[in-house]
């Protein structure tokens, strides 16, 4: 197997080490494992793309380049040049220092790369860690998503439907901010939205007199649906959760015609 991975963490990330580790076992001793990550933090990015200016790429080692933007950026650079001869079986994106569950999911870079892959018709997995106290003390906080990786990505890429038509599924996977011991096992989940929790911008002064607008993120503490996927990572639980890049809300449709007769 011939994985390509990226995130939006940038290319000297540690959760990136964890998910070469990941790719490496799955790919087998026979498989090849190809990076190509932004050369710096993209985080928040989501599926953005440079489409009105060129993206610089470098090869820094074997099998392994940065491109100076976005994850999405990053998919397309490796499918139509790092790899444009041989094409990957699996993109993994991650593992990203943070989690993307709930509201987090729709600013993600690292779902963004993986949304990408799949537009580009090839199975794609997002991978994030949720961090909080009881990780904060680890030595590796990113200990349940090493530990637990592999397995859940073999278990997604056996459940993948064959022959997907129209818009491919991609998977959203978040791991529970817990010890590896300690995680409860895996829950396939919705998307949650943590209850009156937007993000906002705050503006500052710089010492020459310059405005700035800085990007706050939401309270990850607010309230949770408890079978949604930041309620089940709070509960202990890896979530995982099948995502399409329709953006469609099919449940109004109907109402919405008989509106215009």
């Not at 000297?12 to 790719?23: K, S």
């Amino acid at each position: 197997m011939r994985i390509l991975l990226t995130n939006d963490d940038g290319i000297n990330a540690p959760g990136l080490e964890v998910l070469e580790a990941i790719a490496r076992e799955i790919a087998g001793p026979q498989g090849e494992v190809w990076t190509v990550a932004p050369a710096f933090e993209q985080s928040g990015v989501a599926h953005c793309i440079s489409y009105v200016h060129p993206t610089m790429i470098a090869q820094l080692g074997p099998r392994r380049f940065a491109a100076e933007g976005s994850p999405a950026d990053c998919v397309l650079a490796g499918l139509h040049d790092v790899l444009k001869d041989t094409p990957p079986d699996l993109i993994l994106s991650g593992v990203n220092r943070g989690n993307n569950s709930a509201e987090n999911a729709l600013y993600s870079g690292t779902l963004g790369g993986a949304l990408e892959g799949a537009l580009q018709g090839l199975p794609a997995i997002a991978l994030s860690q949720y961090l909080g106290p009881r990780t904060a003390t680890l030595k590796n906080p990113f200990e349940a998503s090493a530990r637990h990786g592999v397995d859940v990505v073999r278990r997604i890429l056996a459940a993948d439907p064959p022959g997907q038509d129209g818009y491919r599924l991609f998977y959203n996977v978040n791991f529970p901010p817990v010890p590896a011991a300690e995680v409860q096992g895996v829950r396939v989940v919705p998307q949650g939205m943590r209850e009156n929790t937007r993000f906002a911008a705050e503006a500052q002064l710089s010492p020459t007199g310059r405005r700035f607008i800085w990007v706050r993120g939401g309270d990850q503490r607010a309230p949770v649906a408890p079978d949604s996927d930041a309620g089940v990572n709070l509960a202990g639980y890896v979530s995982v959760t099948p995502m399409r890049a329709d953006l469609t809300a099919h449940d109004a449709l109907d109402s919405l015609s008989r509106a215009f007769g």
